[in-house]
Structure formats: C-alpha cells, structure tokens
C-alpha cells in the first residue's frame, strides 16, 4: 500500500483588511505578505485608502499581494460610503473586483428599512450577477439580540439560504451569534459555497469574531469537509484583533489563524497502489 500524501485543496487562505482594525488597510497588506497568505479580502469602509481602487492596486503590487475579493460597504459604518444608494454601491464594488482582478464581491442581504432595496434584491443579485464573471457571494447574517428580545434586521431574511442566489459567502462568527447549525446551512448551499469567511463565536449576542478554535463552531469540520469536497473559492480570515495590546500580538493572532486553517484544509489521500510487475 502507497503512503498518504498531503493533498491541499485548491482554495486560497486570505486575509480580511478588516482582520487588522483599528489599524489601516495598508497594514493588513504588510502582515499578509509577512505571514504568508495566499491574498486579501478588502472590507471597504471608511478607510479612504479601501475606497480608492489606485491606491490599493499599488499596495497589491508593492507587497506581491492578490486581492482575491471586495467586501461591499454593506455595514451601519459604512452607510454613505461609495453612495447612499445600495445598488450603486454594488456597481461600485463590482467594478473595483473587475479592475482588481478579484473574483468576488461579498455582500450582506438588505436592512429591513431598506424596503424598495429588499424588495428588490434577490432578482437584482441575479441581474448583476448576469452580467460579470464575478461572483456576487451573498452572507448569512443574524438576528439582533437585546437581552430576551430579538429584532429581525435583515430582509428577506438573514438565513440567505432561504432565498436563491447563485453564490452564497458562510460566516461562522455570524452563524454563532444566530445560534444556528453551520453544517447544515452548508449543505444547504451546497455547490453554491462560492466563499467562507472564517472565524469563530460562542453564540454571544455580540458578532464575535474570534480566532478560529477559540469558540464552539465547527471550524475544523468545516475546513476538512471542503477539502474533501474539492472547494475552489476562497478561505478568509475574519477576526477580531481589536483587543491585542500590542501590534505583535495582533500578528500572532493572524498567524495562529492561518496556521489553524491551513492544517485543517490539509487532506490525507491515498496514492493508487502500484502493482508489482511480474
């Protein structure tokens, strides 16, 4: 019998620019090529530097650096960046994925009070969709919680799997503060998992974010189940690091991430065995 072998799946480990925070876009560029990641995913908020599409193509080519996705302006923050108008916004970060050369843009499902955007977004996501080759990846959200009460925020729903997309991004800190089972929203995606991002929680009410195995979501189980399923879309790192004292800290939290990840996407599998020649 052959030996098993490391096989990796083709998906790529990047690191969220939201990862660093309250550190800048640029910094989230230096750690990734410091520490080895495959690429980054820029959150675009209110840093100028995550709206300006010229300025982080340079950062991409001074630090040999991919940008593998663009992460709308879908948050409370970021509600007047790149236009009030949801759609813009889209068309916005579409164009900067195209530009960039990444494959995806992740975008959070509507407010509730975001009604004509709501009504709209489902069929909206499939025309937009229809009309570049970057996958518009759409993120599982949460209810907000306030002691015993709870406030459904989004629309149509915060379990997006309940509504059809083509490509779905899973969040497993959000799948935490939702309570809710992260394996078998991601066999409900199925083969529309186009894009994980990586974290860990607690079922908090608060959106934690922790470094994955720092929580109770099933994030070793997930990575091995993509390995073996042959998961091509990207892996990214989204953590909370705004509690690190120091900048050193912060890093090795980015580096035990990766180093979580990167182990449980790693696979055994078994060469043929090779028959003896007579």
């Known amino acids: 019998m052959?030996?098993?072998?490391v096989r990796i799946p083709d998906a790529k480990v990047a690191l969220s620019t939201a990862s660093v925070y309250p550190e800048s876009?640029?910094?989230?560029?230096?750690?990734?090529?410091?520490?080895?990641?495959?690429g980054v995913e820029v959150m675009v908020w209110t840093d100028p530097v995550s709206q300006d599409v010229e300025a982080l193509r340079r950062l991409s080519d001074y630090h040999q650096v991919p940008i593998l996705a663009v992460h709308a302006p879908c948050?409370?923050?970021?509600?007047?960046?790149?236009?009030?108008?949801?759609?813009v916004?889209?068309?916005r970060a579409r164009a900067a994925a195209e530009s960039l050369g990444a494959s995806t843009v992740v975008v959070h499902p509507p407010f509730r009070w975001q009604r004509q955007y709501a009504k709209d977004f489902v069929s909206g996501i499939w025309r937009m969709a229809d009309e570049t080759d970057v996958r518009f990846a759409v993120e599982n959200?949460?209810?907000?919680?306030?002691k015993d009460r709870e406030m459904l925020a989004y629309a149509p729903e915060w379990d997006v799997t309940k509504d059809d997309y083509r490509h779905f991004t899973v969040d497993l800190s959000h799948t935490a503060t939702a309570r809710a089972d992260a394996?078998?929203?991601?066999?409900?995606?199925?083969?529309?998992l186009g894009h994980v991002h990586l974290a860990d929680g607690k079922g908090s009410a608060k959106d934690e974010h922790l470094v994955p195995g720092r929580g109770t979501q099933p994030c070793a189980e997930l990575l091995e189940r993509l390995a073996r399923t042959g998961f091509d879309g990207h892996v990214v790192i989204e953590v909370?690091?705004?509690r690190a004292m120091s900048a050193a800290e912060r890093e090795a939290d980015?580096?035990?991430?990766?180093?979580f990840t990167r182990l449980h996407l790693a696979s055994a599998a078994t060469r043929p065995s090779r028959v003896p020649r007579p």
């Open 254 to 259: 980015l580096a035990e991430a990766l180093a």
């Open 89 to 91: 916004k889209l068309q």
């Open 240 to 242: 909370n690091t705004r």
């Open 75 to 87: 948050l409370l923050i970021t509600q007047r960046v790149w236009s009030t108008d949801p759609w």
């Open 2 to 5: 052959a030996e098993p072998v």
């Open 25 to 38: 876009t640029a910094t989230a560029f230096e750690i990734a090529a410091r520490l080895g990641y495959d």
């Open 141 to 146: 959200m949460y209810p907000w919680r306030y």
């Open 183 to 192: 394996l078998a929203m991601i066999d409900r995606m199925g083969d529309r």
